[in-house]
């Protein structure tokens, strides 16, 4: 009677242990293979990676989405197309330049040749979205521009205007990281980007 309950009790245990071993291979399983696929997801680009046409020099931080510069020059271009307005393009940040050149392109009109009209007509690579890069998005392929190609010595313009001015627009120097208002009559260099 002794050993039927002792058996009878080593079966209920080894059951549980088994109940419990395979509880907690699964949900260990679906972790491993989630970890794995966040690890694909985040390591899929890398700044200095040539896609999209050109280079990538920003990610956000998934490392999903980010900014991919032109590996030239665009013709260098007033930032204006012969008379001073107000576009009201005053954003700096991050994922501003698209919408910037739009409403630039929108404002100052199709014929002609400025600096915003250059990027917005581009179809480098077989791609016809690129734009005039915000000032911190040209501030950050200065930061990376020796993964890009090659950059001239002077000022690139950016695609945000000076506190809605009708004079001045924002522009940075290549050779220091300087940023500056230049009046937009002068001639600077263009250099166009797109967003994946």
Known sequence: MKTTTISALAALILIAIACNKES???PQAATTQTQDNAAMQ???HFIGERFGGG???YLTKSGLHGLIA???DLPAAQWYNG???ITGVTATNIG???SNTKQIVSLQGTPGKYAAL???KSKRSGFTDWYLP???ELFQLFLQQNLVGTFSFGFYYTSSEIHDSSLFAWGIYFYSGAQFGSQKNVIGFVRAIRSF
């Open 83 to 85: 008379t001073y307005t």
């Open 42 to 44: 985040t390591s899929a």
């Open 134 to 136: 915000s000032r911190d």
């Open 70 to 72: 032109d590996t030239v």
């Open 24 to 26: 907690l291979i699964k």
């Open 55 to 57: 280079v990538i020099f």
């Open 118 to 120: 250059e990027c917005w």
């Open 96 to 98: 501003s330049g698209n």
